[in-house]
């Protein structure tokens, strides 16, 4: 097997942000020959994945980078060094209004490894009850409880693209046949 | 419904780099206050789904930002404007050395929304042959056939997170009960 770890050199930040730092280091491919990584670094993300009586909890946010409003799953960053349940558990309350008794790991996902260091922590949130809405300021987005068959059939025809949303929903499909 | 729309008042580029721009922009919230987005340009991958015999082809690569070996479906960045059809062509050959007759598209991923509008367009190679594998300069990486049970099981068990290769077995596992 051809050998692939790389090296860093030095750690060069060119950015640092409010959601993300800007890195371009200088490194070692693995057969020595330099190289320049440009590194977003993110803190990482909690996403939930939320089903009462066979509806998803989707979220319909503007998202600026795309010009689009598109369907998520009810999802925030990571305060620095914060366990990843609590911020699900935060999350879900703040956007939806649900509350969960428990969080249940699903998995991880890696979103674009090519350049960023962010990790999303998928849960299912089991015990759900009706709390409160409270938004963060700043933040706008309208909750929808969309039923499974259908959130399926968004992902057929493209109108749900968000990769942690399309992973959770087609985990949860694959479970439960 | 609420008003989510935001609106940019000015574009500000940070940096300028060889896979990624990085823009800290000032725009309006849906309500007129001010905000700012810092937003990653990218200009999109293209994925292939490739499956001989009940088995699919994995990339095993260092990812810098992770400091980790991780497996990964075929793929690679589009250039500036370039069809996406034809960058699964070349990546899946470059890397693999399998050629496709033709790419079906199967969906396309928002990787990560809050900060990047980066799209995945992921498509299953049909009418699949041997060629020789041909990587770029400075590319190193390991070429698996896995089978396609073994891999459902690695990502149960974590060992395969990339989002794009998550999403695509999913997929795959769905369609063909």
């Known amino acids: ?9 030095r750690k060069n930040y060119i950015y640092r942000g409010k959601i993300l730092n800007l890195r371009c280091d200088d490194a070692l491919l693995p057969d ?27 979220v319909k946010q503007y998202r ?14 990571l305060e620095k ?3 990843p349940v609590k911020a699900a558990i935060r999350e879900l309350s703040e956007e939806t209004g649900l509350l969960a008794e428990k ?3 699903l998995f991880t996902l ?25 938004l963060d ?3 706008f987005l309208n909750v929808e409880l969309i039923p499974l068959s259908q959130a399926y059939g968004m992902i057929d025809r493209g109108e749900i ?15 439960i046949q």
Do not use: W
């Open 81 to 83: 060094g914060e366990d």
């Open 64 to 77: 600026y980078a795309y010009g689009e409003e598109i369907y998520e799953i009810p999802a925030g960053k």
């Open 103 to 105: 969080m249940n790991h």
């Open 32 to 58: 020595g020959n330099p190289c320049q990584r440009e590194i977003v670094e993110h803190s990482g993300g909690a996403a939930v994945l939320c089903i009462v009586e066979e509806k998803v909890a989707l």
């Open 161 to 175: 693209r968000d990769a942690k949303t399309v992973a959770a929903l087609f985990y949860f499909r694959n479970r």
């Open 1 to 9: 097997m051809m050998e692939l770890k790389e090296k860093t050199v």
């Open 110 to 134: 890696y979103p674009s490894p090519g350049y960023t260091d962010e990790k999303i922590y998928i849960y299912k949130a089991e015990g759900i009850r009706q709390g409160k809405e409270h």
């Open 137 to 139: 300021e700043g933040e």
